[in-house]
Nanobody, 120 residues
Framework: QVQLVESGGGLVQPGGSLRLSCAAS????????MNWYRQPPGKERELVAT???????NYADSVKGRFTISRDNAKNTVYLQMSSLKPEDTAVYYC??????????????WGGGTQVTVSS
């Protein structure tokens, strides 16, 4: 079994910073694309940032220049460094990854989410 576990969420003031982490564990052969999504209160889940196995990155327009996605392949971990946070960044943040298991079958996995609240 494969699990994704997020950490690092919390309450932060506008203009502040947070770093989210997402660690994958279990029977993993390789991790392909890794993503961060978020779901603001009362809204649909949206893609925030993507990083490929070759560390190519892509960001939603709303977070470009403020958020940075990175990964540590040795630790099977993806990070989201969030700076200049705004109240509209308040959401539950989810990690998502395409993972190939030991049977060479790859599928999508999701973490349980971590709450980020930006408020004074």
């Amino acid at each position: 079994q494969v699990q994704l576990v997020e950490s690092g969420g919390g309450l932060v003031q506008p203009g502040g910073s947070l770093r989210l982490s997402c660690a994958a564990s279990g029977w993993i052969r390789s991790i392909n694309v890794m993503n961060w999504y978020r779901q603001p209160p009362g809204k649909e889940r949206e893609l925030v940032a993507t990083i490929t196995s070759g560390s190519n990155t892509n960001y939603a327009d709303s977070v470009k220049g403020r958020f940075t996605i990175s990964r540590d392949n040795a630790k099977n971990t993806v990070y989201l460094q969030m700076s200049s946070l705004k109240p509209e960044d308040t959401a539950v943040y989810y990690c998502n990854a395409d993972i190939t298991g030991w049977t060479f079958v790859h599928r999508d996995y999701w973490g349980g989410g971590t709450q980020v609240t930006v408020s004074s």
